[in-house]
């Protein structure tokens, strides 16, 4: 049974159903769409209130590059766990119902694709993979899991901790904690995803602009387009005169571009538009 909606949400709901029926409709999401999982965003209810670990900084020592590896290791068991929710299962019925052609998302928890949604570019990479940034080779999160273990058989995970959306948890590092080595090259381990202050591959960008120019409307949900990339892909799509619908909770950098814009949680919403 689906949740009773304030008029004005369904207002909007209506105006967004008539700028996006029989279009071929990308999507861009964001952490909004995954708090109902119990993943939290960077800025809204429930956040880890510090600033993320940046690129640079992780590079800058062997030191920062541990402190990241023992709380990821503490954090990623709850992204590993968490279920798709009503949002990504309504994004996903969109796709098979053929009312979104692809979808652009920021988020690195893999949940689009486990609720069954198959045209999607990951912007910022994916938190199951591990890449060796001076060789390139990747392994998975599963083995560099087991390989942390091995070399700290004293790390245990918290049950209850406060974590990113990237899996960072809020606890104290141990001392002695060693981060893996590449097995290849012995040279340092990191998240396939992009850090902040990294850049994005030029590829994946010409991508996600591709997609936007082979799109005939634009969805966005569960983002404040804080972050320049996906801000970019509103203000193209803007450009190419297509209709954008936002629906999030909050204020979004587009709120001034959109065609409407609907303050209301992503799950809610997309549950109303496809399911």
């Known amino acids: 049974m689906q949740t009773p909606l304030d008029p004005v949400v369904e207002y909007g709901i209506e105006r967004a159903r008539q700028l996006l029926n029989g279009k071929k409709v990308i999507a861009i999401t964001g952490a909004g769409v995954s708090t109902d999982s119990g993943i939290p965003d960077y800025r809204g209810q429930g956040r880890v209130v510090r600033d993320p670990l940046t690129f640079d900084q992780f590079l800058a020592s062997e ?9 990821s290791f503490a954090g990623w068991n709850r992204i590993a766990t968490a279920e798709p929710n009503r949002a990504h299962k309504s994004l996903a019925a969109a796709e098979h119902k053929g009312l979104l052609s692809h979808l652009i998302t920021q988020n690195v928890d893999g949940l689009h694709q486990r609720a069954g949604s198959e045209n999607v570019l990951e ?3 994916r938190l199951d993979q591990v890449i060796c940034i001076d060789c390139n080779e990747y392994i998975s999160r599963l083995e560099m899991d087991n390989q942390i273990q091995l070399q700290n058989p004293s790390l245990t995970r918290q049950l209850e901790v406060e974590f990113t959306p990237d ?3 809020e606890i104290e590092v141990p001392a002695d904690f060693t981060a893996p080595a590449c097995r290849s090259c012995g040279g340092r381990y990191k998240p396939d995803v992009v850090f902040f202050g990294e850049q994005i591959p030029v590829a994946r960008v010409e991508m996600a602009r591709a997609k936007v120019e082979g799109a005939e409307a634009m969805l966005v949900a569960g983002t404040s387009l804080t972050v320049n990339s996906g801000l970019r892909l509103v203000k193209q799509a803007k450009e190419q005169r297509l209709p954008v619908v936002i629906i999030n909770l909050g204020e979004t950098k587009a709120d001034q571009i959109t065609d409407v814009k609907i303050n209301a949680s992503a799950g809610a919403v997309l549950e109303s538009l496809y399911l």
């Open 167 to 169: 899996g960072d948890a």
């Open 63 to 71: 030191a920062n590059q541990a402190r990241y590896w023992a709380r």
């Open 123 to 125: 912007l910022h990479g």
